[in-house]
């Protein structure tokens, strides 16, 4: 039986090790006692991540983890967060135990699988799909997830522009109304599984499927490329009921936080 959790940190860990060093070869990538790092420091907050990795540690042990990450991040230059899967410590205040290590919750989220795959070939009636694979499309990718995170444009673009990776080995695809995208989704084979990433929307064009609909089509086409029929990811709190109508399920509540300013 897979442990869930467990499976949904290590897609964390596994497929932020590729996403972190396609954005810089001499990334802070680390695996601490109990702590995993995945540091690009770049203008993207996402890529810069710090994560707990160990199960059923008590509370002094955790503290301890708690201030191995703060150390580790006060040491950066650019803004990150510290993601946190819940049930790897059952019972424990997690609150509390990082604000005494200087952070503060900044969001919730939920890791998500299931054996989804294949789904029937994606079709929306106001969208059109594209591959990306030009430097173009790219950075309307980038400019996308922006809006729709609320980041200046210029941490987008520090992210993922000019990334070989995104352009061959993530299969991302960009959704188009009359032309002009409007929404985004990627999917990149990470440890037996395909990882879906960065799914986002223009704000204002929320709630007519779109989201769905790209993502779908993400999933698809790594499906047809590799025949992988389990999928994970790791959804924010406004994105989360999305995912249910592809087949996924929560597996694992999430705390995001950052160090206290």
Known sequence: MIDLTVESSRQLTEGWRAMVLDRDPDADVRDLPGVAVRWADCRFPFWNCVTLTESGIGADLLAERFATA?????????????????DLAPGAD????????????????????????????????ELTF???????????????????????????????????????????????????PVTCAGAVETDGRLFVVLVATDPGQERRG??????????????????????????TEAGAPVYPRLGFEPTAPMRFYALKS
């Open 94 to 125: 997690l609150d509390e135990l990082a604000g005494r290590a200087g952070f503060e919750f900044a969001f919730p989220g939920t890791g998500m699988a299931g054996d989804l795959l294949p789904l029937p070939e994606p079709a929306h009636p």
């Open 210 to 235: 779109y989201g769905e609909a790209v993502t779908r089509k993400a999933l698809h086409e790594a499906w047809r490329a590799t025949g992988i029929t389990r999928a994970t990811l790791h959804a």
């Open 130 to 180: 594209e591959r990306v694979t030009t430097d173009e499309q790219l950075l309307a990718y980038a400019d996308i997830n922006s809006r729709a995170y609320g980041f200046e444009p210029e941490a987008g673009r520090d992210g993922i522009a000019g990334s070989a990776l995104w352009k061959s080995g993530v299969h991302a695809y960009l959704g188009l109304r009359d032309g002009v």
């Open 70 to 86: 703060a150390e580790v991040m006060r040491a950066k230059e650019n803004f990150g967060f510290l993601w946190v899967f819940e």
